[in-house]
Structure formats: C-alpha cells, structure tokens
C-alpha cells in the first residue's frame, strides 16, 4: 500500500515536471514571437528542435566520427551524410531560385581555413564535443561541456577579430556547386563518402540503427527550415562570438582595431538584442533543448559527474578557447562549414572535412593522454 | 555533485545573458522582419560564421 502511494506521487511528480518543461518552452517561443516578431520565436522554436533532437536521439558529430576511426563503425557517419544530402535536396534549388533571399554558408578555401579545420576536428574529440555538441553537453550537465563552452565563445570572438588578416595570408575566391548540376555533384560525392565508409566499416555496423535514420531526417527538417525562416543556414559559431563582443563592448573595450567587428553589419548586431540574431537563437535553443530532455528524462540529470585529473580541465579550456578560434578561421565548425557548408554546395565545406577529420585522429590519440578518458 | 547542478548552472547562465542583453538592448516587435526570408522580398542579412564581413 505504502509503495504503490510513493509510485503515485512520484509518477506524479514527474507529470508535473514534464508538464512544466512544455510550459516554459511555450512560453519562451511565445513571449518571443510576441514580443521580438514571429521569425524569431520560430528559430528559437528550431533551435530548441535541434537540442532536443540531438540530446533526445543521443546523435552528434563528435561521437560518430570516434566511432569510424577507432571501432570503424559507420552507422552514425552515414547518418550525417544522409541528413547532409537531403538537405541539398532542398537548398541547392532554393538558393538557385531565390538568390537575394536565401545565402548558403558559402566561404573561401584558405590556408587558414584548412589549418582551422585541422585544429577543430582535433579539440572536438579531445572534449567529445564539436560546435553543437558543445552546447547540448553543457545543457544536459556533462561538465566538460559546460567548461569548453564559455572558452568556445571566447575563441570564436578573438578569432573573428583577426579573421581578415588570416584570410589574407591565401584563399581562393567562393567556390560553390550550384543548380541542378552542382546538387547531383553534391549528391555522388556525398554517395562516395558513404561508400568508402561503408567499406571500410566492420562487419555487422553498417546497418543504420532506427533512431539515427530518425535524427537525420529531423536535424534535415530543421535545418531547411532555418534556411526557409531566417534566409541562411544553420550555423553556431557566430552566435557564441557575438555574446562575447557584446560583453566587450558592453564593457566599454573599443572594438575598432578589429576589421570583423567594426564592420557595418557587426556594429548593426552588437547594437541590437541577441534574442534577434538567428545563430544565437539556435544556439539558446541547443542548450535549452537539451536541458529540456536530460530533465525530461527519469533519472536523466541525477548521474554522479565524473572526475577528471586537473590536467584534463586544463586542457578542456584550451581545447574549448581552440575550437572557437579554429572554427572561425575554418568558416565554421561541424555545423557552419561541414553540414551547412555541403549542403549548400560550398566547396569549403567539402575541404572542411577532410582537414577535421585528419584532426580527428590526433585528437582522439590526446585524449587520453590529456586525462580526459573519465574514471569510475 | 551531480549532472543536475551542472546542467542548472548552464541555464542559470544562457537566462543571465538574455536578461542582461534584454536590459541594455530591448526588443522592438515594430522592427520585426517577415516572418519567413523565403518569399519576403528582402535580402537575407543575419550574421553567420562562414561569412567575411558585411
């Protein structure tokens, strides 16, 4: 009698938690849209979609790519290629069809773009966290992410301060693969990747499990509708560089030495509100939605944190402060430039990947040298 | 100390930022864009981080 009370009340109490997470998310999105005007509410709303999509279906970047190098399972990697080309599917036309209103996340192969993205595929697996990842980390309570993540945005607003003088140590002009053309180039390269993968994969790992499939054809839905709603792609980097350059601002710091920041369009966005920037939207709502499912979860927030030697916090700083300043210089992180990038047939997103995942192999090898494999 | 604690501090935080932000830059819902840059006529010009400066 006394245990079926205690399950009453904490079956209720879970329903009340639950119930109070919807709520809350109902009313951010809707005192936005009210408030700010009805594109911002509905990123928020995509955002907050991203977070509970990657948090809630355990998918990432970060992760996957682990997986293919070390264990040469490629069911997570194809997962990413799948959501990669079905976004094309769509955006590639769009953005044929509407150029003045829609934008890829169209960027120039450089020297410092390459070396960017070598650098960030390596501190994304030395904090198993790569730009999204970083934030849904942090929101559903792993420690590391939530270290990194002030450190990233730290990185990405320095790196965006000198952003003009690497780009101009070498970069060719914006190449895209653009129409009907450049979407079927996009599609046999993506067919091609996932081929040499599935090759490569063990035995028995190939077959995509059902929640990966789910993921990719959601973060797929989400991501076109971001470009549908705020006429760019998703992106992450930016948004964490300008809460840092607003705070810098907001200090009283001059940002004139800076060609990035003291720009029209930067000046134009430090001086409005973050709840209005698009990448800050999303951003907001990954961290959200990801608390919003650890939370949801039955015992989703009450695992012990795990303990790490001081070497690991150390480098999970400098890891967290490498990722944001690379991913600037790279034109973008996992997301930006590898998700984004492809699918909007970018060509910079194409080498993005093939620098990070070069990266990826001497990250994975310092993570534990680093201290970062967790104890007991 | 568990997850619970970390994961209230990165709330904690993202609701400190926004307040700030909201303090020294209100909302304008005159100023809102269309809600939807597909079809709206205007030129897209969000920030985005594989973008040079506009």
Same mark, same amino acid.
């Given at each position: ?102 934008? #890829? ?77 450049? *979407? ?5 390269? *993506? ?48 948004? *964490? ?57 039955? #015992? ?77 | ?54």
């Amino acid at each position: 009698m006394t245990s079926t009370v205690l399950e009453a009340s904490s079956g209720s109490a879970t329903a009340l938690r639950r119930a109070a997470l919807v709520l809350a998310a109902l009313v951010a999105v809707g005192a936005l849209t009210l408030l700010g005007g009805a594109r911002y509410g509905f990123l928020l709303a995509i955002g907050l979609g991203f977070g509970i999509a990657l948090e809630g279906l355990r998918f990432g970047f970060a992760g996957p790519w682990r997986a293919m190098i070390l264990r040469r399972e490629p069911a997570g990697l194809l997962a990413q290629l799948l959501a990669i080309a079905l976004v094309s599917i769509v955006a590639i036309p769009l953005l044929s069809s509407h150029p003045g209103e829609l934008t #890829g996340a169209q960027a120039p192969i450089g020297w410092a773009m390459v070396g960017g993205a070598f650098v960030f595929g390596a501190a994304m697996q030395v904090v198993l966290g790569c730009g999204s990842g970083t934030l849904v980390n942090a929101g559903s309570g792993n420690p590391v992410g939530l270290l990194a993540l002030p450190f990233f945005a730290i990185g990405s607003f320095f790196g965006a301060y000198g952003l003009i003088w690497w780009t101009s140590l070498g970069a060719l002009p914006i190449l895209t693969l653009r129409g009907t053309t450049g *979407l079927a180039v996009t599609l046999v390269l *993506l067919a091609l990747v996932a081929g040499v993968a599935f090759a490569l994969g063990k035995p028995g790992s190939r077959a995509l499990p059902r929640r990966y499939v789910i993921a990719a054809l959601v973060l797929a839905a989400l991501a076109i509708g971001n470009l549908v709603v705020a006429g760019q792609p998703w992106g992450v980097v930016y948004g *964490l560089g300008l809460w840092v350059a607003k705070g810098v601002q907001g200090a009283g710091i001059d940002l004139s030495g800076s060609a990035f920041w003291s720009a029209p369009g930067s000046v134009t966005r430090l001086h409005e509100n973050l709840l209005t920037d698009y990448t800050s939207l999303t951003d907001i709502g990954l961290i959200a939605g990801a608390f919003g499912v650890a939370a949801w979860r039955q #015992g989703g927030l009450s695992q012990a944190l795990p303990r790490y030697p001081a070497r690991a916090w150390v480098a999970t700083v400098v890891a967290g402060f490498l990722l944001g300043y690379s991913s600037r210089l790279a034109f973008g992180c996992n997301v930006g430039a590898f998700f984004s990038g492809i699918s909007t047939g970018s060509l910079h997103g194409w080498v993005w990947f093939a620098a990070a995942f070069a990266g990826a192999f001497l990250g994975i090898r310092l993570r534990p040298i680093l201290g970062l494999e967790a104890r007991a | 100390m568990t997850r619970k604690s970390t994961a209230l501090i990165a709330i904690a935080g993202l609701l400190a930022l926004i307040a700030a932000d909201l303090l020294a830059a209100p909302l304008n819902p005159y100023h809102a864009p269309p809600a939807f840059a597909l079809g709206s006529g205007q030129v897209a010009s969000g920030g985005f981080c594989g973008a040079l400066p506009d």
